[in-house]
């Protein structure tokens, strides 16, 4: 089968069915509608920059499970130069798609399952990583995007899932079968579910005894019956249906609430059941990817940020004003620090049982920790240079309107060498880097929030040698 | 007349007849319209206040010039005490609405023509202080509202206003005439200019000789002929248009741009006209006034944005949780510092020539930096407190749906005393404070660009004493 | 007897005769060792003043207790403007002396012990509040310096006082006499206690059932049997012992270690003893005055350092570089800063039960935590500024030097119009005010550490009405 | 010859005889001076380590050119694994040291020589890679170490090297013989000179026509005739020579004025001379591998900071308080960000024409402007957590006295089972690592001032990339 055009990924979620709501309104023709299309668009992007020149090697590359070429957001990485490559290509699709392209997730779940599968059954003898390999090869074979089943609602913060009112806070095993299992949950935040084949979920935090049947992996279709997909309101949603004052010409990103209302998932498709101590290893070795995945298309989001204030500094006359360059120098700092530390924790990557590389944990919580501030900040310098018209701008539809469309094109003009027609598009744009809800509120909780990118840090440091440099310095002996 | 009830005030908008587009049509009622009416709601707020016990004291004062009871948001400063009084009163209503209340510009600009016009006269032999006075009585009668027209649409910011292709890029004087001049021009950024009755204009910046078409100050009402409101979009608009999903239940903010399309403004309605070296003094002190007004009411803000984090950390279960108690000391930490540096200015005021009192420049400056900043940080510490819902929420409508609703309320349940509907409610509040672009935007160029606030600070510094200091501690003698 | 001199207060201090050791021997002559005297000199600097035309509005009020012309520095406020005056004297001192005068604490001790010995005088009818007020008559009669002896050892921090396995490592009453009582223990960073003609006690931190003996405060003089002066190491320590490289020409600041070694107070300087409810009160008083001292003193020293970083900047031939003034207005930035917040808890104070004045304790905290991280921002800036010879700039002994001198003066110039000695004073001032240990170090400690700034702003804020104020935005009826 | 140990490297400087003064005086016998000799430890340090297992696979690699084992000190990086054991190696050894251990500078100009004069050879026919790899050749086989000569004094820094009314700020050739040139002027911060054999110049800055004589680099014996080392003063300086409260027990640093008083360099050892527009190529090029050798020792001397903080928590009784957990946290954070660009900038080198390898750039820049920022802060961090008694500690002299010694040690003791004498030591180094100049201030200035790190990523980032990704979302066509 091979690897998939743009056209042949849209036309394949065509073939599918799923349940999904938004707005309050059932949703039949996802791939129709605009406001999921525009999503669906960045996860098409991946496919399509497959066939460009300028991304072909980084995106393309070659399955030893399958032998064939496939798409590199198929892949588990295999080695350091695959680790590499994700960071890589992440930055150059952020940039691409100036949003979320929403592919990653997937393929940080695949690498986590790589790895982890193998290990649970070499102490449980269990089935799970033979499992995976045969998902992870249909997943190759066709291309497919899948969507990262993590984050549950988790109800009162202050228990574990055992221990909540409502036993179904966290997702479960509600019953075992001879083929298979039925769970019950919801997952928050969603991203690109309905632009994805399949759903893998994952445990969202370590599980202890009591926990049994909270510790579950596995893979469903996204039309798997049950499956409800309700998507949330984002800032700017209405664009998009409304079809204009869109702001990023191309792209968009939704975030659905995935309801598991008694699902069943077949035993082949399961890669965790019961085995409470691996809950953790899941979720630790998913969220690094993800904080990693994070650290690359992140940069890239910001690489836009520096194009649009650079592009708006033009349009405005104040391209040689010294503090506007100062603050883009700022963005481009916080964009390379995102990426270096992503970049060295690729780098520094190690192989694990199973064969498959996982990256350095520490080096990709400093990334992440940076990102939950200074994205943000990044965005601040943006809106700063642009100026107060990144808010307020008049619609498309005035602009259009008979009676004041030139008065207002007359006054919104900038230099006189540029129409003013790019500057309305160029603030539009930045509108939508900035204040997209979906896409900046990920900056902070994405991949687990600022908190446990900060316990990751002391947890995997070596502190004890630290303390051992100190004493030898001071002349203390223990 | 006296003080003017919430349904007066909002009957006498009702009674105006401005020209106002939105979305590309026209906007005949602009009372009823629900976008525009959450902004009035604002404006409303500072009328309603004047009955509550609670602020009573602080809005309601006495005018000396009608001898009667006026809303302090139509004195201008007559003492230090109403100076502090403004910082006060904005960090009430910034609380009390929880976003802009959109009528300081107003009393900024009145507070600005009572000290400049009298200084103009007493160099011309003109006649606008008597005007100002005029004016100021019937907007003290009557308790009327006004609007800053300030932030000229600047066109190629590189050049100045007589320097522009299009002469009209920074409004100016077409005509005059025995009995008024005629403007042309268009002002950015008029929040709440359909909430007001009158609209003042200021020049936008210095102007210099060639600039004397440019050196203009008046007020018209708001729906004088010629004079066209043209609403911005904002992230969260079409919210209140389809009356759900809203966030604050009673307020919001809107802004248009102002097209004056050939105005006529009376004689006795200006207040500046071809006196270029005062325009200066007329931009520096009404965004100093300005920058002051935003101290309170953005402290304001940050209080509710406090008591959002605080009330959803009861809500989670993670009122015990130590990092979580960090980040509202450090949202705490900038409310008051804005606060703390605005009450300075007000409280080392000075008297000038005309009798009213002006602020120290570089403490409101001083604060406005710190919120130019400081609102991102704080707004990024509340969504992180709060969650990852601040984004992607299901709408109201989902959680009415009758398929899905239960299924939803039931997942978006967190600790087991507070009702779910609470915790959505809560939520929709958050994504409002944090996500609101009208609002969020004003944060950094409300007031003039960060730039400027920086260049004040440097300028009214006495930095002479400060290198004479330091030379006689290294025993240097010039 | 009335104001001092300069002269008569070193001749005073001449007359006493403490126990005092430094590098490990006793310091017979205080007055004249160089390193204590140029902290005398800042002291001294508060006397001197009080003759100077710039200053004594500022410094000179009355006191209406002995109805005499007092030193500011004696009297604990009594009206807004006493609050007001604190912070514009300690500032322009600050700035005045480019380092701690070192007599803000003992006027911190006499502002809290007016307000609470009285409290404890109506409820336990003691009579501290007689014994202060008599007291104090003889500080402001004399002209006199106090010290403020506050921070315990403290031991296991983990522990309270009794708990500690050694019960000194807080200050407290070993023996109770007729005539007074006997008090053991130590009292750290203890600047200027040589200075100072009293020492003053308070507790440091709340005391609990059990902590009856630690709940103590007095006063004694600096040189009563049994108190032992250590003076500790600072960073530049024995510039002022060899008399060359000073940097600060005129002042410096040295901090003692202050043992009580079984020390006799007469039950007539005994100010609090055995009231453990009241320790709470004491040490929360002193440290919000205390903080809200550094938030003026801190401002005069960035301040100076602003004035050299100009300097330098005029002698290195970078005036015009945009990145270095903007570092500068980053400078001015932080110094209006803490100005401005103490400023505003001075004009925010509230009278007292006593009689005496309190500031805003959360607008005193506010500054102090900007000091904390601030002051350490401020040098930076000012080392980028000035360059890499704040550090490595050759002693005056090697231009002194008859083979070197002339060739390191050749290379030591910077711009041709300013004497090579006036570059080399400035290098030197630069690095005396950044490299400083004993006053650098009290940005972050002074007045207790950081967190317990924190602590006091969460506390002492009013939060339920900013929840409430959430909670009507949202909708919310609880 | 081989690899030295410590006894021969300082056995190796003994033999030399250098010009050198400090204090005012000529030092004539250095390595036994102990100011001097705690420096040369340091250095000695990357001598010793190559006998130490757990530094041995990183230290020792070997040389194509001599086909021996060598230090990689002297090894111009000739692969990627090369350019990553750089960063590995400082950040270990600056863990080790815990300060600046004075061997990268001298590898920083072999690595740049190897690349550029290669360049410039084949461009103008000259013989300096010739020349150079002679060198190289030298100092490998002896296991040297060379100090890099590149700061000039500049004089006036607004004008260039020739237009200074001394032309002498600048080094300079002023005769050429035919056995060579002679050279005059002075580098500044020439942190271990004394512990160097060999001084390497560079030009400090672009140089353009009419700068011929600036163009110049070269190698030198640090005892040639001509060459004066004047040792500065730096902040703790007396502690050393004092012998006692020195912080550091093993190690430190100093770093005199290099002053070339006409000294004849010959013809072999010249690598420029005159070819201007290589001088920008040597200076990037260093700056940018020195840049990128702090990003590794200062990461480490954050881990000795970690170190200090954890184990003073441990003797303090605090090691439970969140918020110096926190603290902690964000220690490890920078140290992590400085590491983590520096070491991407390793994985991301290229190869030269010369076939040397060059580190990317950004990356490199982006890790020294976090240094430049964040070691103040976390040397600030580190001081919050340990306590007032980085500053203020008593002298050990105080400690060793029979009078007040005990006494003193019995209120210095924290936790009970932790030795008094151990917590003394640590505040010692505390006091050491956050105060001594020479070492902290060159966080700010090493490897060339911040705006010169801000001006690179600018200049090096590719920004008409990220203009164009975002006219493509904009929808804009150029």
Redesign the interface.
Known sequence: MGLKTKEEYIESLRQMNPTA??????ITNVVDNPRLRAGIEATAATYEVAELDEFRDLVVTKSQLINEPINRFTLPPASIDDL?ARVKLNRKLG????TCHQRCTGLDCLSTLAIVTYDVDQKYGTNYYKNFIEFLKYMQKNDLTANAGV?D???????SPHEQ??K??FLRVVERRDDGIVVR??K??QTGSLSSHEIICLPTRAMRTGDEDYAVAFAVPQDTPGL?H???????D?REI?GC?I?????SKY???L?F?DVFVPKERVFLCGETEFAVDMVVKFSSFHRQSHGGCKAGKI??????A??MMEY???I????H??K??DM??RA??L???????S??GKQQPSGAYFIDT??AN??K??E??EM??A??LM??VC????????????F??S??GQ??K???????SIPVE?RI??Y??A?KL??E??D???D??GGG???AH??T??RE?N?E????????????ED
């Open positions: 709501y938004m707005f309050g309104e059932k590499v940039n691409w798609v100036g984050t609602m988790k109800g009162d913060r202050s228990l009112s409502d179904d806070m949950g919801a928050a935040h409800i309700v998507v949330g309101r984002s800032s700017l209405t409304d004052d702001g990023n010409f191309r792209y975030c659905p609430t309801i209302n690489d836009c940020m520096i194009g649009t650079l592009t405005n006359g104040t040689k004003a010294g503090h360059k100062q883009v120098i481009i700092h390379e620090t990426y270096g530390c992503c970049l060295a924790s780098y520094e520490v080096l400093a990334s920790i940076h939950g501030k943000a900040e965005t601040r809106i700063d100026g107060g018209f990144v808010a307020d701008l008049p619609s498309d539809r005035d259009d309107n009676e004041i008065l207002l007359k006054y919104l003009k900038g230099v006189d790019n598009k160029l539009r744009l509108e900035a204040l809800s979906a900046t509120i990920s902070i909780h929030s600022p908190e900060r316990v840090i002391f440091s502190v040698s630290k303390k051992k440099a100190a004493k030898r310095l001071a002349g203390i």
